[in-house]
């Protein structure tokens, strides 16, 4: 069954992959609503049944090309827009994982016009989403102590 995102029920559950190479990052802009054009961490929804492991790794080769080894733990991040009626329209529990990368080259998925690696000093400068940089910084700081 398809995961009702616009409207939903409940919250949708995502996975998301923060990796990091020195200091440069994977971003992917986004493709779809919500928060088209702008560049944030890749991830996606987690499927009933399946394992946040197995979304995670999935969902970093759909939209990256790169097979990742999740690490730790960086953040429970929680976005909630409201629509124009005032209900909510969308509603995202995302776990953002810091991942080392194992294989693959990195490009873009079907649903992201671009994969890039970012350097940390750039980042300022890009249309990132909400609360990204903050999540980024913490892993960062995270990706040092596991010698990335």
Not at 102 to 122: H, K, Y
């Given at each position: 069954?398809?995961?009702?995102?616009?409207?939903?029920?409940?919250p949708t559950l995502g996975a998301a992959g923060i990796v990091i190479r020195g200091q440069s990052v994977v971003l992917v802009e986004r493709g779809r609503?919500?928060?088209?054009?702008?560049?944030?961490?890749?991830?996606?929804?987690?499927?009933?049944?399946?394992?946040?492991?197995?979304?995670?790794?999935?969902?970093?080769?759909?939209?990256?090309?790169?097979?990742?080894?999740?690490?730790?733990?960086?953040?429970v991040f929680e976005r909630i827009t409201s629509g124009p009626d005032g209900g909510t329209r969308y509603h995202y529990v995302i776990l953002d994982y810091l991942c080392r990368h194992v294989a693959g080259e990195?490009?873009?998925?079907?649903?992201?016009?671009?994969?890039?690696?970012?350097r940390r000093d750039e980042l300022g400068g890009l249309p990132l989403t909400e609360g990204a940089l903050t999540v980024l910084e913490k892993a960062f700081r995270m990706a040092a102590a596991h010698g990335l």
């Amino acid at each position: 069954m398809a995961i009702r995102r616009e409207y939903p029920a409940h919250p949708t559950l995502g996975a998301a992959g923060i990796v990091i190479r020195g200091q440069s990052v994977v971003l992917v802009e986004r493709g779809r609503e919500p928060l088209k054009g702008q560049w944030s961490i890749p991830g996606g929804a987690v499927e009933t049944g399946e394992a946040l492991d197995t979304a995670l790794r999935r969902e970093m080769l759909e939209e990256t090309g790169l097979t990742v080894e999740p690490l730790e733990l960086v953040t429970v991040f929680e976005r909630i827009t409201s629509g124009p009626d005032g209900g909510t329209r969308y509603h995202y529990v995302i776990l953002d994982y810091l991942c080392r990368h194992v294989a693959g080259e990195l490009r873009a998925g079907d649903d992201a016009p671009a994969a890039r690696w970012i350097r940390r000093d750039e980042l300022g400068g890009l249309p990132l989403t909400e609360g990204a940089l903050t999540v980024l910084e913490k892993a960062f700081r995270m990706a040092a102590a596991h010698g990335l």
